[in-house]
């Protein structure tokens, strides 16, 4: 098992709602998030890919696994970050998101970041 704080990425997301681009008459809810991730370990890591798991308010669930993010695949020295936005289509107007990036060491070690649990919302919807 890798050393945990040697091999340690912090992951932040935050989602908005896309209103222009969505269309609730039609069960179509489009969503951007913006997730920095920061390498908070004691090595270079580089991201190689990700697996989200989406789930809508029917929990219909959509896996997504994918190379890179956004088409990178960049390496974090420790104490640097990255950041990129991307989006989802939703059935519901509410969901959630949750996964994880397969990164690499610089020592060859594989090692797996957790994106934590976030909420897709449209506004007014939740309390």
Known sequence: MPDTR???IEVSPVAHFIPD?????EGRYL???TITIRNVGDTPAQLLSRHWIITDANEAVQEVRGLGVVGKQPLLKPGESFQ?????QLNTPVGTMRGSYQMVAED???FEAEIPEFTLAMPRVLH
């Open 6 to 8: 040697k091999y340690r």
């Open 31 to 33: 969503f951007a998030y």
């Open 21 to 25: 681009q969505s269309s609730p008459d």
């Open 108 to 110: 060859g070690t594989h």
């Open 84 to 88: 990129y936005t991307s989006g989802s």
